[in-house]
Nanobody
Framework: QVQLVESGGGLVQAGGSLRLSCAAS????????MAWFRQAPGKEREFVSG????????YYADSAKGRFTISTDNAKNTVFLQMNSLKPEDTAVYYC???????????????????WGQGTQVTVSS
C-alpha cells in the first residue's frame, strides 16, 4: 500500500504562485508514475502533469505548459508541482496520484492510477 499526502494549496491572486507537495510513503514505489490531477466543481478529474521516480522526462497538459513545473526529491519521497502565473481557471482541488504499472510514458487517465491523496484546494482570485 502507498500513502500520498498533498499540501501547499491555498488562496492566491491571479498571477501569483503556489508550490504543491505530495509526500509518498509505504511499500516500494520507486518505479511508479506520479501525476498531478485537478478537479473543479462539476467537472471531471483532469491530468495536469506527470513524472516517474526513475526518469527525468516530464509531461504536461497544454493548460500547464510554460507555467507549471513538476519535480521530485527522491531522498524525501516527495513530488512537487510549482505553479506560476496562476489564473482563475486553475481553481480546483489538486490530487496526487500514483500508477504502479511499469511502462514507457505516463497515463493521462485517472482511472489508471492506483493510489490517491486526499487533495488540496487551490483557489485563484481575479
Amino acid at each position: 500500500q502507498v500513502q500520498l499526502v498533498e499540501s501547499g494549496g491555498g488562496l492566491v491572486q491571479a498571477g501569483g504562485s503556489l508550490r504543491l507537495s505530495c509526500a509518498a510513503s509505504g511499500r516500494a514505489f520507486s518505479g511508479y508514475a506520479m501525476a498531478w490531477f485537478r478537479q473543479a466543481p462539476g467537472k471531471e478529474r483532469e491530468f495536469v502533469s506527470g513524472i516517474r521516480w526513475t526518469g527525468s522526462r516530464t509531461y504536461y497538459a497544454d493548460s500547464a505548459k510554460g507555467r507549471f513545473t513538476i519535480s521530485t526529491d527522491n531522498a524525501k519521497n516527495t513530488v512537487f508541482l510549482q505553479m506560476n502565473s496562476l489564473k482563475p481557471e486553475d481553481t480546483a482541488v489538486y490530487y496526487c496520484g500514483a500508477d504502479r504499472r511499469m511502462y514507457v510514458g505516463i497515463s493521462w487517465d485517472p482511472r489508471e492510477y492506483d493510489y490517491w491523496g486526499q487533495g488540496t484546494q487551490v483557489t485563484v482570485s481575479s
